[in-house]
């Protein structure tokens, strides 16, 4: 779990350990960095359309923007897909 501003350093740490990135961004400006690092290492993102503005990439899983449930539904669809494919 983190919340708040994250660091490069602590980023790094972070996506070493996790199987995947959540960021229901639903709101701000621009690229959202994080995404974009988590997909150029090579780490499944669940997110929103609106969070992945401008990122085209097969490692975005997307969830709905403006329903809590249909983006719980896709983290749990990702982490079916995911821990089956580690069995």
Do not use: H, M, W
């Amino acid at each position: 779990y983190f919340s708040g501003e994250l660091d490069v350093i602590k980023f790094n740490e972070l996506c070493s350990a996790c199987l995947g990135v959540i960021a229901p961004i639903t709101t701000g400006t621009g690229i959202k960095i994080k995404i974009l690092e988590a997909v150029q290492k090579g780490i499944p993102v669940v997110t929103t359309k609106f969070a992945s503005k401008g990122i085209d990439s097969l490692l975005c899983f997307y969830g709905d923007d403006n329903k809590d449930s249909t983006f719980i539904r896709e983290i749990n669809n990702f982490l079916e897909r995911t821990l089956s494919d580690s069995v």
